[in-house]
């Protein structure tokens, strides 16, 4: 029996060092995390870092662009990516994984969609919505004072996919053309600003956002996607977005030698809609700054991150 409690003895104490030498394995270097220019990718950006951060790694935050992060995680400048929608950005992912030196590092839960948008309401002031034939016959509800006549199409901000946006217009021949907002908040306003006036409005939007819940609004429906069907894919661009795409995260091939914990703990996270659009909710309807959405999330949701360490 003395000999049995000794075993255990030693091998609790073994299993304590072997925990410790694991907490300890990861890089002291600061995981480098970009931060882009909207709300979920922000506030997720900070409920990572805190991930992280909560198994002793050191986190810093960059602002970049949403487009050539790849390349910076494909160099190591920066670590991780974790919101890679794939219709936004799908390209430049792909594109970085076939030059090497980023891994991808799988899907979260979240089925996404990403298209022109409107509020409920506007489906009484245009009846057919949501075709997109009815929208185009009703571009004179959606002119503005900028927009020459035509109907005013306000797209998220340039470097997200605009060529994308301007090749649709002209291969389906709209009646439509396109501003593009300066960041997601200008996009929030504009409906904000719509809603008060009963005004028609088409903006950019996506799913999983804070917009799924309260009245909501419906996606514009485009002709259906293929793949391939994009013009920068060699196709017509006479097509909508992915009805269900994916939302994808990447990393430096390096993080798993460097940050094995904390790598470990990136391949298991994996948000829903729900996760991602209360992150979205927490800011642009609460107002909480992205920070402290991140540290709310984590608190009020330690079920959900802590199984994936």
């Not at 901000?157 to 439509?176: C, S, V, Y």
């Not at 995260?249 to 659009?277: E, L, R």
Request: charged content about 20%.
């Amino acid at each position: 029996m003395k000999f049995l409690k000794k075993i255990a003895a030693t091998a609790a104490v073994s299993s304590l060092a072997l925990s410790a030498s694991l907490a300890q394995a990861d890089s002291k270097e600061p995981i480098v995390i970009p931060t882009h220019n909207w709300t979920s990718q922000i506030t997720m950006a900070y409920v990572i870092g805190g991930i992280f951060e909560s198994i002793g790694n050191n986190v810093s935050y960059v602002p970049a662009d949403s487009q050539a992060v790849y390349e910076s995680v494909r160099t190591g400048d920066i670590t991780i990516s974790h919101e890679v929608w794939q219709s936004t950005f799908g390209k430049a992912f792909n594109n970085a994984l076939d030059a090497g030196g980023i891994i991808d590092v799988g899907t979260h839960a979240a089925k996404t969609q990403e298209d022109w948008w409107y509020p409920a309401y506007v489906g009484e002031l245009c009846p057919g919505l949501p075709s997109w034939e009815a929208l185009n016959n009703c571009a004179e509800l959606f002119a503005t004072a900028d927009s020459g006549g035509k109907g005013r199409y306000l797209d998220g901000p340039m470097d997200w996919h605009g060529q994308e946006t301007l090749d649709r217009i002209e291969a389906l021949d709209m009646n439509f053309t396109a501003k593009f907002a300066g960041s997601s908040g200008a996009l929030w306003a504009e409906l904000e600003s719509a809603k008060k006036e009963n005004r028609a409005v088409v903006v950019f939007n996506w799913s999983p956002n804070f917009t799924d819940a309260g009245e909501g609004g419906y996606f514009v429906e485009f002709p259906a996607y293929t793949e391939g069907c994009k013009i920068s894919d060699g196709g017509d661009g006479k097509c909508g977005s992915p009805p269900a795409g994916w939302l994808k995260k990447a990393a430096y091939y390096q993080m798993p030698k460097k940050w094995p914990q904390a790598y470990k703990a990136f391949n298991n996270i994996s948000f829903t809609k729900t996760d991602i659009g209360n992150m979205a909710a927490l800011v642009d309807v609460e107002g909480l700054s992205h920070e402290e959405a991140a540290e709310q999330w984590l608190a009020e949701n330690e079920n959900i991150w802590k199984p994936w360490l």
